[in-house]
């Protein structure tokens, strides 16, 4: 039996408690809104987990091999390992990890959505806010996602 989406949203709360986005936002904030966004544009229950856990091994939140013994679905850890960058990884890598995961495309595109949008932007600094906006724009361009 795979953990309920609710159960996963509560887990993944917990873990990344006390954790601040680049704007000094609770962290659950963003992770929600990826989640909310996978849902609103027809994710299943195992892209709607993963997007809560998208970040969780990437992050340090929760460990690789707790992903490995959760009670989830194996397309769910697919698209959370796909989704998850390893250090030294080149973009390309990256993208192409995403692509040959089936559901994984969606959760990325999720979270670049939230991660590009100009109200999180704008409390940022010019030079910082310059710089994710390439970031994400390049691997929009190398999902093959339009811009938003």
Known sequence: MTLPVPEVEAIVRAAHEGQTDKAGRPYAEHLKAVADGVRAC????DQIAAAWLHDAVEDDALTEQWLHEAALSRRTKDIVLAVTKRAGEPPEEYAARILGTPGAL??????LAH???????AVLDEAT????????ARMRALLGLRSP
């Open 42 to 45: 027809g994710g299943d229950e």
């Open 106 to 111: 969606l959760v990325k595109e999720a979270d």
């Open 115 to 121: 991660n590009a949008d100009p109200v999180r932007l």
């Open 129 to 136: 806010r310059t710089r994710l906006t390439e970031k994400y």
